[in-house]
Protein backbone atom coordinates (compact mmCIF):
# COMPACT_ATOMS: atom_id res chain seq x y z
CA UNK A 1 0.00 0.00 0.00
CA UNK A 2 1.07 3.65 -1.11
CA UNK A 3 1.69 6.53 1.07
CA UNK A 4 -0.81 9.15 0.08
CA UNK A 5 0.79 11.85 2.22
CA UNK A 6 -2.18 12.51 4.64
CA UNK A 7 -2.64 11.48 7.64
CA UNK A 8 -6.15 9.41 7.39
CA UNK A 9 -6.38 5.75 8.36
CA UNK A 10 -5.93 3.77 4.89
CA UNK A 11 -8.81 1.22 4.10
CA UNK A 12 -8.37 -2.28 5.42
CA UNK A 13 -9.13 -3.70 2.15
CA UNK A 14 -7.09 -3.68 -0.85
CA UNK A 15 -8.20 -3.14 -4.91
CA UNK A 16 -6.84 -2.68 -7.92
CA UNK A 17 -8.51 -0.40 -9.19
CA UNK A 18 -6.46 2.27 -11.07
CA UNK A 19 -8.09 5.27 -9.88
CA UNK A 20 -7.35 4.58 -5.78
CA UNK A 21 -4.79 6.79 -4.37
CA UNK A 22 -3.74 4.08 -1.94
CA UNK A 23 -3.31 1.41 -4.82
CA UNK A 24 -3.41 2.84 -7.77
CA UNK A 25 -1.97 5.74 -8.90
CA UNK A 26 -4.40 8.11 -8.59
CA UNK A 27 -1.64 11.44 -6.89
CA UNK A 28 -2.93 13.58 -4.58
CA UNK A 29 -2.57 17.43 -4.31
CA UNK A 30 -5.28 20.60 -3.31
CA UNK A 31 -7.80 20.60 -1.80
CA UNK A 32 -8.93 18.62 1.58
CA UNK A 33 -12.79 18.58 2.33
CA UNK A 34 -15.26 16.66 4.19
CA UNK A 35 -19.06 16.39 3.23
CA UNK A 36 -21.73 13.99 3.73
CA UNK A 37 -22.38 10.97 1.37
CA UNK A 38 -25.78 11.77 -1.14
CA UNK A 39 -25.42 8.55 -3.23
CA UNK A 40 -22.60 6.33 -4.08
CA UNK A 41 -21.57 3.37 -6.27
CA UNK A 42 -18.57 1.66 -5.07
CA UNK A 43 -16.35 1.52 -7.86
CA UNK A 44 -17.94 4.97 -9.26
CA UNK A 45 -18.75 8.22 -8.71
CA UNK A 46 -20.32 9.36 -4.99
CA UNK A 47 -22.20 12.47 -4.59
CA UNK A 48 -21.17 14.40 -1.27
CA UNK A 49 -23.73 17.21 0.24
CA UNK A 50 -21.56 20.35 2.25
CA UNK A 51 -23.11 22.63 3.78
CA UNK A 52 -21.54 26.03 4.04
CA UNK A 53 -22.61 29.62 6.17
CA UNK A 54 -22.22 32.54 3.69
CA UNK A 55 -22.63 35.89 5.04
CA UNK A 56 -26.15 37.95 3.60
CA UNK A 57 -24.88 41.15 3.16
CA UNK A 58 -28.50 42.53 3.03
CA UNK A 59 -29.79 40.86 5.93
CA UNK A 60 -26.23 41.21 8.21
CA UNK A 61 -26.55 37.47 9.26
CA UNK A 62 -25.37 33.85 7.48
CA UNK A 63 -27.05 31.71 5.26
CA UNK A 64 -27.39 28.58 5.32
CA UNK A 65 -25.89 27.23 1.54
CA UNK A 66 -25.54 23.93 0.56
CA UNK A 67 -23.58 21.93 -2.80
CA UNK A 68 -22.99 19.15 -4.22
CA UNK A 69 -19.47 17.82 -5.10
CA UNK A 70 -18.76 14.58 -6.97
CA UNK A 71 -15.82 12.23 -6.50
CA UNK A 72 -14.33 8.87 -7.26
CA UNK A 73 -15.03 6.09 -4.84
CA UNK A 74 -12.38 3.17 -4.85
CA UNK A 75 -12.87 -0.16 -4.58
CA UNK A 76 -11.71 -0.52 -1.12
CA UNK A 77 -13.71 2.06 0.84
CA UNK A 78 -17.06 1.30 1.88
CA UNK A 79 -19.69 3.86 2.82
CA UNK A 80 -22.96 4.55 3.07
CA UNK A 81 -26.15 7.06 1.92
CA UNK A 82 -25.50 10.11 5.08
CA UNK A 83 -21.71 8.80 6.14
CA UNK A 84 -18.95 11.57 6.84
CA UNK A 85 -16.53 11.31 4.55
CA UNK A 86 -12.83 12.98 3.69
CA UNK A 87 -12.05 13.92 -0.02
CA UNK A 88 -8.76 14.85 -1.52
CA UNK A 89 -8.65 17.10 -4.84
CA UNK A 90 -6.45 14.91 -7.37
CA UNK A 91 -6.40 15.21 -11.33
CA UNK A 92 -10.05 15.45 -13.08
CA UNK A 93 -10.94 11.92 -13.03
CA UNK A 94 -13.85 12.04 -15.04
CA UNK A 95 -16.53 14.16 -16.64
CA UNK A 96 -17.45 16.13 -13.16
CA UNK A 97 -15.39 14.27 -10.49
CA UNK A 98 -11.26 15.73 -9.50
CA UNK A 99 -11.83 14.52 -5.78
CA UNK A 100 -11.77 11.31 -4.65
CA UNK A 101 -13.14 9.60 -1.62
CA UNK A 102 -9.76 8.96 1.22
CA UNK A 103 -11.32 8.28 4.63
CA UNK A 104 -15.22 7.57 6.11
CA UNK A 105 -15.18 8.69 9.41
CA UNK A 106 -17.38 8.44 12.04
CA UNK A 107 -18.81 11.76 12.83
ZN1 LIG B 1 -7.86 0.77 -2.91
Known amino acids: MKNIG?????PKKTCN???????GSTKIRGRIVKGK?????TGGNAVIERQYFQYGKKYMRY????????????????VAKGDMVVLAECRPLNKT??????ERTSE
Do not use: G, M, N
Open 6 to 10: IDVKP
Open 17 to 23: DDLCPFH
Open 37 to 41: IASAT
Open 63 to 78: EKRRSKLHAHLPLCIE
Open 97 to 102: ASFVVI
